[in-house]
């Protein structure tokens, strides 16, 4: 689970709130879902967190939510907006990576605190939402050293949006910008393009040399980091402003727009593969800035009428602030916390979680709930209902036991199996529990037998695609490679060592709908000094005779047993199994010094 | 007649005319006591002897009158020393005294009063007059604890003060006394052989009836025996017949289904969205043979994907991420028992479910994780849910109540969380029954709707997991669970863990 660190002198002081102890606060804190972890080297609380609430991966979030907590805060809180001044225009883009969104944000003070969190904002939105920048990654940069471009006021600019897109979506670019009286503002934009990864040059984060995107991936730590993201694509992402080349997302930004503690302006971009996203990464962005007394003002993101992705033509005006509502039943919240409110009780609850209820209209008995745009896990009524019992506090209800009435029992299969251990144990052997995945070699090699061949334990392998270890490469086919595992690691243990398991064994079967025939397979292992092929068929008998089936033993043929001293198991005239002496060359194999008597067949043979 | 050997010792040694004591007579006939009065019963019973009993009073030095009896008793002392000091001329200094007679502590009480009592002189105002007359050579209670010693009877009244000045233990015993009847006289007089000794009892023995005659060689009784190889469950395995009982007792009906699954079943179906960090191939155990499963049920996967993409209800929202079938249809080692859940509730294991319904099930789920002394690869997951009308948090509080109560678990605290599939989600605390701390005992949730409209559940389904292992570390203390589940187990851990009940 994602952790983020806090200084909890500035949660103490943008919560209001100087005076709570450390204590205090770990214990709000938790109430709110946030464990503390422990203490980092730099005196900061380590807090653990569930990754639903990702406006909570900075501590001006977390400041937010306790607000809400300490009800010092009510209701839907929307950070004010200045108008658009730059655009960014997106023409030539890569495919893979169509989106972009930005927001400009004004008269930051930024101190080293607020700037490590605005860094680590960053990278734990990369770590979750942004899906390791895959689906969207953040560059922010310092706005005083961009140079926009001057754009001659275009057609698509008078022309607005075209076509059927979702009205929330798509705002004229520039209303407020056709009123103003002084158009000269409107030529500041940035171009989100693509190009070819060895053409351009510029100097990245972290070095002194100019290098190309090519030269990035090649030899810069974090462009080696980061690589596959962009290796699959013919044309790498670019930002230009009119000097250049200044970032090459998702990978790493330009030195020349690099953000300090001396940055009062920013400017935030953010491209992916899903606009929805880096939308809401960007509102969650804006809002901590908002936090530290930044002013957000709109960017334009103009999508070209041949851009790729389906925003083709559109103008954005980003960050979008604008909530959104879910419709939630009075009756469901009364049922699904167990506990009789009122219309009051519903609306007070709401506010104290950030949101706002509206009053239920007419026979409706049912809220229309305003959510805020940093609210990213708001997907279903259900979600409110979860905000709702967490401000009500969820430990504050009375547990009830249901009153519904079912009826118990296991099913036939276990019981079959718990019957079969009862008499595995009855008859002495110590039952074991080994893993179910296993080696080829474990599984195959050291028992004699060829992968995929017609005796017991030969089916063919069920493989993993990648491993843990070479351990553990497939799901085993039989269960005597584990038994004899363990005999091997208790050679320094007194015998005799009579041991049984019945557990899983697994071969590919096109016949089946998994293509995998899994199975309950029953083993066991008589090792001792004077062990022999009497030891286990005596077992096999008592078995047999215990679930009242017919056993026969007529001779094979099986390579990890001694020939002549090797029988098939058949239960009621059915082979199911195999039951021998372990030959000599197996033992050894496992530095045994005693000879071992085994048998192995299928548990539903007893059904 | 044949009698057994301690029998016939018995007989031998005892008196026609004088009833003697039987540690007497057992130390004539070579007898431990117990075997002579064991043996005295049985004459007893068949009319050879009769017994008497008396009560006999015995009295025992304490450590303390032990001591007095070694260095003197501390007043006789201090009159020795009181008589140095002139003290039955003219008054001597009481501190001097007791230094001369090298008093202290608790001796110094003891030897004032008994001192003062016996009227071996007076103390007055911190002087010390002494009798000339007195004796302390012929002291009572120093002579009573030498007869004592030396095993000889006592003054009773003597004895009473010695006993409440706590320097001797006095005890009652029987004694039992054995007198030849005349039928022994006649039985001796007949002749009376030993019987045979024998060391086991034999199926000749018991048909003959021969085990009338004979006498059964003693055992040691206290010695080891060889050591018997008991099978037994596996610890975990008994574990999970617990929690089996516990969840069949309170409702809950098992279910199976296949470890190696399609993600449909594991994660779509769950509505995990396809790019979340856990679905990424190097967390889970996908498969690179066989890849994919044949056939999923269509209308299923249509509903499925659509709420992925598209939420349900009027309001919902789906995943702003990719889905697709192939990915839907790539098998792996099931992560979680979960998918089985899925199975059921869409009416894939056995049919269409209505409500109200408790499932469970105790079965292997795989994680690509780090595998370290509290974490396997492959572990057993307690899966169970309860499906009805309008389930609330407060049933499933309730519901987590009852059940980890069984295991000693109490004070449980529901931590607010989130999982994809649920909502609410809490995570579960509990108070360690031994140690008293906070510990996570599980996850639970309602699930989603996302979830349990596209399966077909149109009524509540709440749930919780949390793994075999912990609960099995929980209840045992087990600090590395490498050493209980898989090849590595030590047998000798194995044989010797306490049953699990």
């Known amino acids: 689970?994602?952790?983020?660190?806090?200084?909890?002198?500035?949660?103490?002081?943008?919560?209001?709130?100087?005076?709570?102890?450390?204590?205090?606060?770990?214990?709000?804190?938790?109430?709110?879902?946030?464990?503390?972890?422990?203490?980092?080297?730099?005196?900061?609380?380590?807090?653990?967190?569930?990754?639903?609430?990702?406006?909570?991966?900075?501590?001006e979030g977390i400041a937010r939510s306790l607000r809400y907590q300490y009800g010092d805060d009510r209701g839907v809180y929307l950070p004010s907006m200045n108008d658009a001044e730059w655009t960014i225009r997106v023409e030539g883009t890569p495919e893979e990576r169509p989106y972009v969104t930005g927001a400009v944000v004004r008269g930051l003070d930024l101190d080293e605190h607020s700037l490590d969190s605005l860094i680590q904002l960053q990278e734990k939105l990369h770590a979750t939402m942004g899906r390791q920048r895959a689906k969207g990654a953040i560059g922010v940069h310092d706005l005083t050293m961009l140079k926009g471009g001057d754009v001659e006021p275009e057609s698509d600019q008078s022309s607005g949006p075209a076509g059927d897109g979702d009205p929330t979506d798509v705002a004229d670019p520039s209303p407020s910008l056709r009123s103003d009286s002084a158009p000269v503002q409107v030529s500041k934009s940035i171009r989100y393009t693509g190009i070819d990864p060895e053409s351009e040059r510029f100097v990245p984060l972290e070095s002194d040399q100019e290098m190309t995107p090519a030269d990035v991936l090649e030899d810069h730590h974090i462009g080696v980091e980061y690589a596959d993201l962009v290796e699959s694509m013919d044309r790498v992402p670019a930002i230009y402003d009119s000097i250049g080349l200044f970032s090459f997302p998702p990978v790493i930004n330009g030195r020349r727009t690099e953000v300090t503690s001396d940055s009062r302006d920013l400017f935030i971009e953010m491209t992916g593969t899903d606009q929805w996203t880096i939308d809401h990464m960007l509102s969650i962005v804006c809002y901590a800035l908002?936090?530290?007394?930044?002013?957000?003002?709109?960017?334009?993101?103009?999508?070209?009428?041949d851009a790729p992705g389906k925003h083709a033509g559109r103008s954005l005006v980003r960050p979008d602030f604008e909530t959104k509502t879910k419709t939630v039943a009075h009756d469901r919240i009364e049922t699904m916390l167990g506990v009789d409110l009122d219309q009051q009780d519903v609306a007070d609850l709401a506010e104290r979680a950030g949101l706002e209820a509206s009053a239920p209209q007419d026979e409706a008995d049912a809220y229309d709930i305003e959510i805020p745009p940093y609210r990213v896990d708001v997907m279903h009524p259900v979600d409110v209902i979860d905000d709702l019992g967490r401000a009500y506090g969820f430990n504050t209800l009375e547990p009830r036991y249901p009153d519904v009435s079912t009826v118990g029992g296991r099913h036939d299969r276990s019981r079959l199996e718990n019957a079969t251990r009862d008499v595995l144990v009855g008859l002495g052997?110590?039952?074991?529990?080994?893993?179910?995945?296993?080696?080829?070699?474990?599984?195959?090699?050291?028992?004699?037998?060829?992968?995929?061949?017609?005796?017991?334990?030969?089916?063919?392998?069920?493989?993993?695609?990648?491993?843990?270890?070479?351990?553990?490469?497939?799901?085993?086919?039989w269960a005597l490679p584990s038994l004899m595992l363990v005999l091997e690691n208790n050679?320094?243990?007194?015998?005799?060592?009579?041991?049984?398991?019945?557990?899983?064994?697994?071969?590919?079967?096109?016949?089946?709908?998994?293509?995998?025939?899994?199975?309950?397979?029953?083993?066991?292992?008589?090792?001792?000094y004077d062990a022999s092929y009497e030891d286990a068929k005596a077992r096999l008998q008592g078995i047999a005779a215990n679930f009242d089936t017919t056993l026969a033993t007529p001779p094979t043929d099986h390579p990890t047993f001694i020939d002549g001293r090797t029988a098939t198991i058949e239960l009621d005239g059915e082979r199911v199994g195999v039951v021998g002496e372990v030959h000599p060359e197996v033992l050894v194999e496992y530095d045994l010094e005693v000879p071992v008597a085994a048998f192995e067949f299928r548990l539903d043979a007893l059904e | 007649m044949r009698l057994p050997h301690a029998q016939v010792a018995i007989l031998e040694a005892a008196d026609a005319n004088e009833a003697r004591r039987i540690e007497a007579v057992a130390a004539e006939a070579d007898l431990k006591p117990e075997t002579a009065t064991g043996a005295a019963f049985a004459l007893e019973a068949e009319g050879l002897v009769?017994?008497?009993?008396?009560?006999?009073?015995?009295?025992?030095?304490?450590e303390e009158g032990r001591q007095y009896l070694d260095e003197e008793l501390p007043e006789l002392r201090f009159y020795r020393a009181a008589i140095e000091a002139g003290a039955d001329d003219s008054p001597a200094q009481m501190g001097q005294v007791i230094g001369e007679a090298g008093l202290d502590g608790e001796a110094v009480d003891i030897a004032l009063s008994n001192f003062a009592r016996k009227g071996y002189g007076h103390i007055d105002s911190g002087e010390v007059t002494a009798d000339s007359d007195a004796d302390p050579d012929a002291d009572p209670e120093a002579a009573a604890l030498a007869a004592l010693d030396a095993g000889n009877a006592a003054d009773s009244d003597v004895l009473d003060r010695l006993e409440q000045r706590n320097l001797i233990e006095r005890t009652e015993t029987t004694v039992r006394s054995l007198r030849l009847t005349d039928d022994g006289v006649t039985a001796l007089m007949e002749g009376v052989a030993v019987a045979e000794t024998v060391g086991q009892v034999t199926p000749e023995l018991l048909t003959a009836g021969e085990w009338r005659d004979v006498e059964f060689a003693e055992y040691n009784v206290e010695a080891d025996a060889e050591d018997v190889r008991t099978g037994k469950k596996h610890v975990l395995r008994q574990q999970a017949e617990n929690v089996t009982d516990v969840l069949v007792g309170m409702g809950f009906q098992e279910m199976q289904g296949p470890t190696v699954d399609a993600d449909f079943w594991i994660n779509d179906c769950l509505f995990m969205p396809q790019d979340h960090p856990a679905r990424n191939h190097w967390d889970r155990f996908a498969l690179s043979r066989p890849s994919q499963i044949d056939e999923l049920p269509e209308d299923l996967v249509e509903r499925v994907e659509a709420a992925h993409r598209e939420g349900v209800g009027p309001d919902g929202e789906g995943y702003h991420s990719p889905w697709d079938l192939d990915f839907a249809k790539a098998l792996a080692l099931r992560g979680h028992t979960t998918s089985m859940t899925a199975r059921h509730l869409s009416g894939e294991a056995m049919g269409d479910l209505e409500p109200p319904q408790r499932f469970f099930s105790i079965?292997?789920?795989y994680r690509n994780d780090t595998l370290d002394a509290t974490h396997l690869l492959e572990f057993f997951q307690i899966e169970g849910w309860v499906m009805a009308e309008d389930l609330s948090v407060r049933d499933l509080m309730g519901t987590f109540e009852e059940f980890y109560a069984q295991f000693g678990i109490t004070d449980l605290q529901f931590k607010p969380h989130y999982n994809p599939y649920t909502e609410p989600s809490f995570e579960l605390f509990g108070r360690h029954p031994e140690t008293g701390e906070l510990i996570e005992i599980g996850n639970s949730g309602i699930f989603r709707p996302e979830m349990l409209d596209p399966l077909g559940v149109d009524c509540d389904v709440m749930a919780w997991g949390l793994a075999l292992e912990r609960l099995l570390m929980l209840v045992?203390?087990?600090?590395?669970?490498?050493?209980?589940?898989?090849?590595?187990?030590?047998?000798?851990?194995?044989?010797?863990?306490?049953?699990?009940?």
């Open chain 1, 1 to 59: 689970m994602p952790t983020v660190d806090v200084d909890p002198d500035e949660l103490r002081e943008l919560t209001g709130h100087a005076d709570t102890d450390d204590e205090q606060l770990r214990s709000d804190l938790f109430d709110l879902g946030l464990e503390y972890e422990g203490e980092t080297d730099d005196g900061n609380f380590e807090l653990e967190f569930a990754p639903d609430r990702l406006d909570r991966l900075s501590v």
């Open chain 1, 290 to 305: 908002d936090a530290r007394g930044g002013t957000i003002e709109a960017v334009t993101v103009e999508y070209a009428d």
């Open chain 1, 429 to 477: 052997f110590e039952d074991l529990l080994n893993f179910y995945m296993i080696s080829e070699a474990h599984n195959y090699e050291r028992l004699g037998v060829d992968p995929g061949s017609d005796v017991v334990g030969g089916g063919d392998p069920v493989t993993i695609q990648e491993p843990y270890s070479e351990d553990y490469t497939m799901l085993r086919s």
């Open chain 1, 491 to 528: 050679t320094h243990r007194s015998y005799p060592q009579d041991l049984a398991e019945i557990g899983l064994a697994a071969e590919v079967d096109a016949s089946e709908n998994t293509n995998v025939a899994e199975h309950r397979t029953v083993a066991g292992v008589v090792a001792r």
């Open chain 2, 50 to 62: 009769t017994l008497s009993e008396e009560t006999v009073e015995s009295a025992e030095l304490t």
């Open chain 2, 363 to 365: 079965e292997k789920a």
């Open chain 2, 476 to 501: 045992t203390g087990a600090e590395d669970i490498r050493d209980v589940h898989g090849t590595l187990v030590d047998l000798d851990f194995l044989r010797n863990e306490e049953v699990l009940y």
